[in-house]
């Protein structure tokens, strides 16, 4: 699978993305169990800058600067929340992308396929 072949990496690291090669119901297991520690960490951490803003923002520095960190953690929540329960649809994507309807079938669009992968990356 070449599509998106560097960002399915950074997802796999990132405890977002269990490769399609792994079938072993150990791997599946032990993968679910990283993800779930992985969104746990980052949900505990957004709701433990929600807490320093409530107890500890005296001064309106420190309060911008706990509510800019926070927002953004909290996207990055929300980001994984969204692909972990859309798996299915974007594993359908990607296999549209590359084998199915949009497969590049003449050289020319191979070319063009080669070259928009290599500028991806």
Same mark, same amino acid.
């Not at 599946?28 to 949900?43: F, G, P, R, V």
């Not at 359908?92 to 003449?106: A, H, Y």
């Not at 050289?107 to 080669?114: G, K, L």
């Given at each position: ?32 169990? $990283? %993800?779930? *520690?992985? @969104? ?6 957004? !709701?433990?800058?929600? #807490?320093?803003?409530?107890?500890? =923002? ?9 509510? $800019? %960190?926070? *927002?953004? @953690? ?6 994984? !929340?969204?692909?972990? #329960?859309?798996?299915?649809?974007? =594993? ?12 590049? *079938? ?16």
């Amino acid at each position: 699978m070449d599509a998106l072949k560097f960002i399915l990496v950074i997802l796999t690291i990132a405890g977002c993305w269990r490769p399609f090669s792994w079938t072993s119901l150990r791997k599946h297991i032990l993968y679910n169990a $990283y %993800t779930l *520690l992985i @969104i746990s960490l980052m949900y505990s951490f957004t !709701f433990t800058q929600f #807490m320093d803003i409530v107890l500890n =923002a005296d001064n309106p520095d420190d309060f911008t600067n706990t509510v $800019y %960190t926070m *927002l953004a @953690i909290f996207a990055a929540c929300y980001k994984i !929340f969204n692909l972990w #329960m859309n798996h299915e649809s974007f =594993a359908e994507l990607i296999q549209n992308l590359t084998e199915g309807t949009f497969k590049p *079938l003449v050289s020319v669009e191979i070319e063009i396929r080669r070259k928009f992968d290599k500028l991806i990356q």
